[in-house]
């Protein structure tokens, strides 16, 4: 009777054995090669497998936008009252000669323009004003007008410096 327990357990054994082995190569266990006679295979439970992982990627950067350099703001133009002193009409050269002021205001760096204009005729000359103790003057300013002129003309005497301007006309009859 032990020995039928022992082929009994024996065999038990087998099967087991080989119904492991069998099972094995189902479900993906470890590798099973077929022999002749039965072996037992030890395999390592799986080892985990590495899970990759991200890596720092480089975070992109951002060149600093360039801020803007303020560009130097003009000064305001301060209106001044310009004054037509004197108009008048040369025949003889064909010019009209402008004297005025700028009130209020002395400057070095002013420049005094007069203009005559008739339809779409115009005539201009410039000259630097002249400071004096309390305004600035506007003098020796010749239009020499197109040969022929005749009629009424528009005189306007117009001052401007960085940050002053301002103009006054009349009207001019070339007798």
């Known amino acids: 009777m032990a020995r039928k327990t022992l082929l009994r ?3 038990s054994s087998f099967i087991a054995l080989a119904a492991t082995v069998s099972l094995a ?3 993906g266990g470890g590798d099973v090669t077929p022999s002749s006679s039965p072996t037992a295979t030890v395999t390592s439970p799986p ?3 590495p899970t990759p992982t991200r890596s720092a990627s480089p975070t992109p950067t951002v060149a600093p936008t360039p801020t803007p ?6 000064a305001p133009i301060t209106g001044v009252s310009v004054e037509i002193l004197s108009t008048s009409y040369d ?3 064909g010019s009209i000669s402008v004297a ?4 209020d205001l002395v400057s070095e760096t002013g420049v005094c323009i007069a203009t005559a204009t008739q339809d779409a005729a115009t005539a201009s000359a410039q000259s630097p004003g002249v400071p004096g103790p309390s305004m600035t003057y506007c003098s020796d300013l010749t239009i020499a007008l197109p040969a022929g002129a ?3 003309w528009t005189v306007e005497l117009a001052y401007a410096d960085s940050s002053h301007s301002g103009s006054a006309s009349t009207s001019l009859v070339l007798e």
């Open 25 to 27: 190569g189902c479900i």
């Open 47 to 49: 080892s985990a497998t």
């Open 69 to 74: 350099t303020p560009s130097p703001t003009a």
């Open 91 to 93: 025949p003889s050269a």
């Open 9 to 11: 357990a024996t065999v």
């Open 100 to 103: 005025g002021i700028v009130g």
């Open 150 to 152: 005749a009629g009424t």
